[in-house]
């Protein structure tokens, strides 16, 4: 879902795949440079390393599908097609922003793309996620949910609860987890009696796959399968994507819990520099990484532009956003009328 | 004219909604086959199916989640906790989901969620089943909080609940359900943003709602025979106050009492009495008094229980201290 | 651990297996009789039919053990050793009764059985077992948790919670999962994707058995086996029974979601006539039961009295036991006191 | 004396506390390998182990609950939630169980546990990451709630609440781990129960508690410049409140703002307004202020963020106008 204007060879599937993936890298790469001369500021939690799932994942979704993400969301959130304009202005808190500013790097929110957020509360996205699913089986709606979250919130109350719903009313929920082997400093070792995670989705009888997540096609051709299941009737579906987070949980983060040799080995399997290996030999590559890089330079700088020339909301709004106004009315017309 | 009780008008508002509305739906625990652990939706799965009436896991969390992204996804969920005491457990969803999306997406995304639950003591359930947390959840920007009194709000809260595009909670205080009152035969939706004025006086306001509305009332007769005219007055909805009628009450009367059946200190009382001092401090001719539960958990024997909740003698005496009377 | 004054031939095991059943039998009818007359007040749900569980379990169990239940508890309360007398004295509500009166039958307490509640919070009773094991894990104490709770509980998110950190730490928990195939009108296929309990337990990696609930010697063993295996350090165990609940939910339950059939059916394997059948034969077996329920019979009469005889807790007390009061400092001696 | 820093103080507290009793652990997301979010327990894994010093999983419910059941066990839990946002997943637990447990038992069992979070906004963590719920809990009998707004406090408060028999729940604003300040050598367990006067004076009493009382002081300074001699009172314990000392200031004083960062609706501010209300009408001259959190999720944006949470000008306005001041 790259925005048109920035599109290389539309026709190159994979050419896409490498596209998306390296918009997401460098626009992180950006997001933490403006972190540290304070354009951004909270919580900032980098996705880089992980590319490959929220690019693979979403390319099963149809646009009338739904997303429910994490609080380490920019992936999801480029990857679904929410503009890069209207992201970094969200990072800034600017008006402008997907989220109008209020949410910030946790709470990305987009009804254009039916993107339900970007959820600070680990777990939290999982119980939304079984209900947006319902809505589309009560209304008979062909579509999928897809719920992305992270190896430490399967140890939540709410994953088991969820799972067991959805699985009970067989809804249509791609379960997505993101193992990337920490929930900040906790290995999956101290958080899980049981660190083979499909073993837990087969216990709601919720049909399970673990793919590499640093194999952009894999990821791909996994949640392709997932979601035509699903599609078919088959309810729920749970896929794992064995990850790597390559930098800090956030911009606090000291890492005092893993070597940097194993950050080093995961680094090797690089989703952006293994993928491009593959796309043609050689001169050729580079000549096509370059063009890519040089139009994801050119949409970040423009983004950057966009973000510093938004406006800040008035302060006299600040209660805005609390009830719903009659103004937006239309969100939600009257009971009953159809 | 027809008389019902306040259970019956629950059901008779449920089964409205799902009537005219087909995005309406009822999930919780045991509402369907078991009809409901207070029999209010006895019933309505044969009347209107199982996609209709869900009966739910025991998964106050997962279900209440499901019901704000049912709403997120268009439908108009009525989510069914039994009791307030389970809904602790979905108090993160109900926090950080149901009252917070709206704001955190800048407007994008409303919730049009009704949450149904029972609340309050007075059957004996002890410690663990006789919480009244309504005042307490009043304290959370984003929803919207109401408490039936009546079995006319039991019978029109629930549409207008619906109607609103942001959460609504509902609390009904379960030594109501059996109450008996007449209703209009075309009785229907009513307004959830004025408090009522259940009896008129001049001498002392005594502001109350739910389950304490009736002892509220039994203590203004007594108090009347005593030649004291209070006017006693049923907040309905607790978020928000509708502080323009207790305003016009305060200024006639200049004598507040307080009653409510949550834990005193900080209970929703609290929150009265505070408001009333800044905005009325030089129309007051006595403190404000509150009758609230004593700060226990509630005990199982019926003469702790009664104890420990707001009762009429003690109503009675606290407007006869602000009306000056000793003894 | 019957009351001595009323134990039948302390030599024999299967005798008192069968006088610890009636006696919880007997006791539960009667007070269902009280609850018609207005003696006991607030939710009464009552064991019968399951009384095999509670008294083939708790075989298992040294005096040192702890034991958390459910609301559903009179019959672990009495088959645990907690005297009839305290036990009838709080259904009444009375000061004399095992919680003073203040918790009534969904709230038995008794620090010298070390009994922690009758906790009437589905699933409520999991973590705290999940801690009384940890700290006997961290005294080194050979103790074992016994925790109660039913199918329905299986669904809440805490069960997830606490299999898995039990699991994780290989504390001292005892999982004892009363499968009566509903939790209030839920059938346990309306509320669960995997009916079959185990292999939920066993997606944490720990170990699970099933066994006949209405078989008291089955049950005895089984759990016994789980509680040798975590005697020997194996960490937790989880054992299912299979039982029937005959009577209603609570007092207030219409039973509108079972019919009558299957009831029968189960009744048919009452655990206490099965039982029994099964001990002597013909004449010397009604010659053994006669002699038990006569000695029920008086235990229960003597139960009735001491409750009618109890005494009120002062209105003044109102307020006493919501925080410890220095007169009880003995129960938290200063911290650094040995 | 020692200058040190609100974070170092609490680490020296719960080392101590590790020290001195063998029963006393620390357990909680991320509190040994990471050294906690807030990096409080830094260090401490490498000092004290494994067993001691207990990373969890993600499971709040469930951490909580095993540290209600570790201190029913004969230990001296000190469970960390990482912040008080996700408290509300383990609300059952400290609701219906740590809280309730002893009275349900008839005092049979006491639950000596302490529960830390972090609380407040300040940080540009927007609305699910800057909630201030700390009065909120301050609702619920059988608990026993402390806010350290001091260095001295953050050392002292720990060992207090790790002596009392019942549940204590510790509040650490996060805007407050950097501050730093002067602690005696050999500086040690404070009392919980007496509120402080931070700054004595004899015009109007600001009252307030943790992550605002550096700002009330401020305030004070401000308007000592302006001939307004404000005394500024710390309740350090919210639950229960030290009604003396509020009320002693308020008679020398006669004139109250109370500075509460949760949102003003049912905050622990409405509480104390309604209760010196009660028991000093007589004595006020002006109505009672209340300086608290606009009524909205905590937005992102540094701007509304400020605007959201009470600062210095607002409690400025508020004590002028006590005073009659205008303008
Ligand atoms: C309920 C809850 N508890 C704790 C936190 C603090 N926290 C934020 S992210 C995180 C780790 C989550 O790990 P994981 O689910 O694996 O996702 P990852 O960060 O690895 O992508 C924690 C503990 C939180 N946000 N919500
Ligand atoms: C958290 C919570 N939700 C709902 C209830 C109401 N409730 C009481 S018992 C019960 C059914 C529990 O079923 P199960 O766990 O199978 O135990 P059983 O009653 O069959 O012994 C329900 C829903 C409750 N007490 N706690
Ligand atoms: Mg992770
Ligand atoms: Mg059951």
Known sequence: MTDPKVRLQPDQHRTRLLHEMIRIRRFEEKCAELYSTGKIRGFLHLYIGEEAVAVGALQALSPEDAVVATYREHGHALARGISMNALMAEMYGKHEGCSHGRGGSMHVFDAKTHFYGGNAIVGGGLPLAVGLALADAMQRRPHVTACFFGDGAVAEGEFHESMNLAALWKLPVLFLCENNLYAMGTRIERAQAQVDLRAKAQSYLVAAEAVDGMDVTAVEAATRRAAEGIRRGEGPKFVEYRTYRFRAH????????????????????????????????????????????????????????????????????????????????HLNPAVGAK | MITTTYRDAIRAAIREALTKD?????????????????????????????????????????????????????????????????????????????????????????????????????????????????????????????????????????????????????????????????????????????????????????????????????????????????????????????????????????????????????????????????????????????????????PYPKHLEDAAVPQPPAIIAAAREAMGRRG
Chains 1, 3 share one sequence.
């Open chain 1, 250 to 329: 956030s911009m606090f983060d000291a890492e005092l819990y893993r070597d940097k040799a194993e950050v080093e080995a995961w680094k090797v399997r690089d989703p952006i520099t293994t993928f491009s290996a593959t796309l043609k030999s050689g001169q050729a590559t580079e000549v096509l990484v370059k063009a890519i890089e040089d139009a994801v330079a050119e949409e970040i700088a423009e983004a950057v532009a966009f973000a510093e020339a938004g406006t800040w909301e008035p302060v006299e709004h600040l209660l805005n956003d609390v009830y719903t106004p009659a103004r937006d009315a």
């Open chain 2, 22 to 298: 087909p995005r309406v739906f009822l999930m919780g625990e045991d509402v369907g086959r078991y009809g409901g652990s207070y029999a209010v939706s006895k019933g309505l799965l044969a009347e209107f199916g199982p996609d209709r009436i869900r009966d739910t896991p025991l998964s106050e969390s997962t279900f209440v989640g499901a019901g704000i992204g049912a709403a997120l996804g268009g439908m108009r969920p009525i989510v069914e906790v039994m009791t307030v005491n389970f809904s602790l457990l979905a108090l993160d969803q109900i926090v950080n989901n149901a009252a917070t999306i709206r704001h955190m997406s800048g407007g994008q995304f409303s919730i049009p969620l009704v949450i149904r639950m029972a609340t309050g003591a007075g059957r004996q359930l002890a410690a663990q089943h006789a919480h009244s947390l309504e005042g307490w959840y009043a304290h959370i920007p984003g929803i919207r909080i109401v408490a039936p009194a009546t079995v006319e709000d039991a019978r029109g809260m629930l549409w207008t609940a619906l109607e609103d595009p942001d959460p609504v909670l509902i609390f009904e205080h379960q030594t109501l359900y059996n109450m008996e009152g007449s209703l209009a035969d075309n009785a229907g939706a009513v307004d959830l943003d004025k408090a009522a004025v259940r009896r008129p006086g001049k001498d002392v306001s005594l502001i109350t709602y739910g389950g304490t509305l009736g002892k509220t009332l039994q203590a203004a007769e007594a108090l009347a025979r005593d030649g004291i005219d209070a006017e006693v007055i049923d907040l309905r909805t607790l978020r928000p106050l509708d502080m323009p009628t207790l305003a016009a009450s305060v200024k006639k009367t200049r004598r507040v009492v307080i009653v409510d059946e949550g834990w005193r200190s900080g209970s929703l009382s609290a929150e009265i009495s505070a408001r009333l001092a800044e905005s009325h401090f030089y129309d007051l001719d006595a403190p404000i008094a509150r009758v609230c539960s004593a700060e226990v958990p509630i």
